[in-house]
């Protein structure tokens, strides 16, 4: 099953998965991407803003040990820098940490109530760690503060296919690609909910013929 949740970060510009390029387009990417950050890094050690970056970096690689330790070295450059937090979490996060990544979501959460990409990774622990009434919770939240925020709509369908609410998973689904129609992981979440449908309106009817 393709339940793919998008979590969004602080400075994070798209979702957290491997881009769909080319691999030697992706490559170029990333050494680009890196050897920016890390000429920032080596003209200006104590600011955590590049170390951060770097760290984002590393996450879309899968690079988590490595983005640890530089959202880490963010840290002690300014030990309340929420997007280094974050990003922390999200590694816990993928790490199938969820009590930890949920703890500091939590945080930023209260201490950012008006940031919707934090409820909304907070929703996306809660639901991976089966809490789908607290993440359905979080992810309106999220909508609330920003109403056109796709990766929440996207989201909260997920939750809403896993409690077996279809047609609302289908809403929010149709509502995401509304607002980004190229996100392409929605496209095979809403593709997945409508052959749910299906599969259930044809037990439906096998049921009925008996």
């Known amino acids: 099953m393709m339940n793919t949740i998008t979590i969004r970060g602080w400075v994070f510009a798209g979702i957290l998965v491997v881009l769909t390029l080319a691999a030697y387009e992706r490559n ?15 003209k200006s050690p104590n600011k955590a803003m590049p170390h951060v970056n770097i760290g984002n970096a590393f996450v879309r690689r899968g690079m988590l040990e490595l983005a640890e330790r530089e959202f880490k070295l963010a840290l002690n450059s300014n030990p309340r820098d929420t997007r280094a937090i974050n990003g922390l979490a999200v590694i816990y996060l993928k790490q ?11 945080i930023l959460a209260s201490d950012k109530p008006n940031e919707a990409p934090f409820q909304s990774n907070l929703g996306a622990a809660y ?9 359905i919770e979080k992810f309106n939240t999220a909508l609330k503060v920003a109403p056109d925020f796709p990766d ?18 289908k809403e ?17 979440n809403l593709n997945e909910v409508i052959q749910l449908m299906q599969d259930k ?3 439906d009817e096998l049921k009925r013929g008996k």
């Open 96 to 106: 199938k940490n969820y009590d930890e990544a949920i703890r500091v979501f939590e």
């Open 201 to 203: 309106n044809t037990a």
């Open 28 to 42: 170029r990417v990333w050494k680009n991407e890196y050897t920016l950050w890390r000429d920032v890094v080596h």
């Open 172 to 188: 929010e689904f149709e509502k995401t690609l509304q607002l980004n129609p190229e996100h392409i992981y929605t496209k095979r």
């Open 127 to 135: 639901m991976e760690k089966g809490l789908l009434d607290k993440a």
């Open 152 to 169: 929440a709509h996207n989201n909260l369908g997920l939750a809403y296919m896993k409690k077996g609410m279809l047609t609302k998973a």
